[in-house]
């Protein structure tokens, strides 16, 4: 099976702008979700989704939002970049919850400048 | 907010050595799993615990879990330079989100 792929790779951005991030789970993986990793902060939730609902999300600003299509691919955007958005932001599907084992891709490296 | 907290926060042997790193949490949780990451890579799936079990093995990785103390420990036995990585404990309770701890990085010497 493919894995999770996550595009781009690499995306450097400037303040205000906003940002859409690509994940592509494994095939028959119906729960994406989205983290942050920042070297201050760790590894930080943001949200989840399954069905194309939004089952969980993090303590983020309404800034940050994500959708899931009925393929299971799912985005996440971005609006207004600040600084401190810059991070690396990793997806991963499951076949069901986040109970289950997580598959996490290759990340997105956002640069906000 | 971070769930677990991962001791130590580095941790350095030699080849051939036994790792053990040590997770805490704080509330109750359904399971708790670990993961490796290289380098600023994806992480890597290991292995997953579920709060009525107290040990389970996988190749050279050994995970206990001590709900009474809220800790759970990674025995990586026999330890390899590609080993090298930083490991997390990961928690998830009943309608919350999975909540990753802040990492051990492990460092295997040849």
């Known amino acids: 099976k493919a894995g999770v792929t996550q595009t781009p790779r690499y995306l450097i951005k400037t303040r205000g702008q906003q940002v859409t991030l690509s994940c592509s789970p494994i095939?028959?993986?119906?729960?994406v979700s989205w983290y942050q990793q920042t070297p201050g902060q760790g590894l930080q939730f943001l949200f989840e989704y399954f069905s194309e609902t939004q089952r969980n999300k993090g303590n983020f600003p309404g800034r940050f939002s994500g959708r899931q299509f009925s393929n299971s691919r799912s985005e996440m955007n971005v609006s207004t970049l600040e600084l401190g958005d810059s991070a690396l932001y990793l997806c991963?599907?499951?076949?069901?919850?986040?109970?289950?084992?997580?598959?996490f891709g290759p990340g997105t490296r956002l640069t906000v400048t | 907010s971070q769930q677990g907290e991962e001791d130590p926060q580095a941790l350095s042997i030699q080849e051939g050595e036994n790792a053990t790193m040590n997770c805490s949490y704080k509330t109750s949780i359904n399971n708790l799993q670990w993961y490796r990451q290289n380098s600023g890579r994806g992480l890597v799936h290991l292995i997953l615990?579920?709060?009525?079990?107290r040990e389970k093995h996988s190749g050279r990785l050994r995970v206990t879990l001590d709900t009474s103390k809220k800790s759970s420990s990674l025995l990586i036995t026999a330890s390899r330079a590609a080993d090298t990585a930083s490991y997390f404990c990961a928690t998830d309770a009943t309608g919350n989100d999975m909540r990753f701890g802040a990492g051990t990085r492990l460092t295997v010497k040849p």
């Open positions: 095939s028959g993986h119906r729960s």
């Open positions: 615990i579920r709060s009525n079990e």
């Open positions: 991963a599907s499951s076949l069901s919850t986040v109970s289950y084992e997580q598959y």
